[in-house]
């Protein structure tokens, strides 16, 4: 396969996907000479794509790695309608219509046309309780949603149970017609309590991979979804 008339950025996902394909199925080998004379066409490519600063990824640099408070930061920021991102509430339908399909979500609640009025909150403590923190609080025009972000700490005992009823108590403080809790974790809980949905952060790269592409805020998206999928 020859690369003179390809952009590095262009061959690097096929690169991956048969990477992807090595974990099922032996590929044919190939020798070493063959291996050299590949990556002699490569590289070129490679250090031109890394001038330009193709490799930069946002995310390492700002020091994410697998920190909760501030990857929930940044997931509050893709969230907000009104965030500086430019995509309104996308990022919030893609969530809202994960809810749809895990549990028995009204089909009258959180519509589109109501999204872009939400509000979203981070390390925030509903009804002023003392003891329940969410890492993020998305209050809609007619519904209340709690997020609970966890890469590698599991949760609490009980934890969940009680969120389901900050929730439940938001929501009737606000005059909400909904509420529930979205546990978004590596690895999901056994038995989640009734009001929890469940997702898990490959959910929410593949929100973020469907966003336009185009522009600077596309860039970041994407980094932040190869950064997720790492969880």
């Keep these: ?51 330009q600063g193709h490799a930069i990824n946002v995310w390492d640099v700002a020091s994410l790695k697998h920190d909760e408070q501030r990857n929930a930061g940044v997931l509050a920021w893709l969230l907000d309608p009104r965030g500086t991102h430019g995509y309104g509430a996308a990022v919030l339908r893609g969530v809202i219509e994960l809810l749809r399909r895990r549990m028995d979500l009204p089909a009258d609640v959180a519509e589109d046309g109501m999204l872009h009025a939400a509000g979203v909150l981070t390390e925030h403590w509903p009804m002023a309780s003392l003891r329940n923190r969410v890492d993020i609080a998305i209050d809609g025009q007619d519904f209340t949603l709690l997020v609970e972000v966890k890469i590698h700490a599991p949760e609490g005992p009980d934890q969940l149970t009680r969120y389901v009823e900050s929730a439940q108590a938001r929501r009737r403080a606000m005059g909400h017609a909904w509420a529930a809790v979205l546990y978004l974790a590596p690895r999901l809980p056994e038995r989640p309590p009734a009001g929890v949905a469940c997702i898990d952060w490959h959910d929410i790269a593949a929100i973020l991979r469907r966003l336009p592409a185009t522009g600077f805020n596309g860039v970041l998206a994407r980094q932040f979804a190869d950064h997720i999928d790492g969880f």
């Design 1 to 51: 396969m020859a690369y003179e008339h390809e952009p590095v950025l262009a061959w690097l996902p096929r690169i991956m996907g048969l990477l992807r394909h090595m974990q099922t199925r032996p590929l044919p080998d190939q020798t070493p000479r063959q291996v050299q004379a590949w990556l002699h066409q490569v590289m070129p490519y490679v250090r031109n794509a890394r001038a």
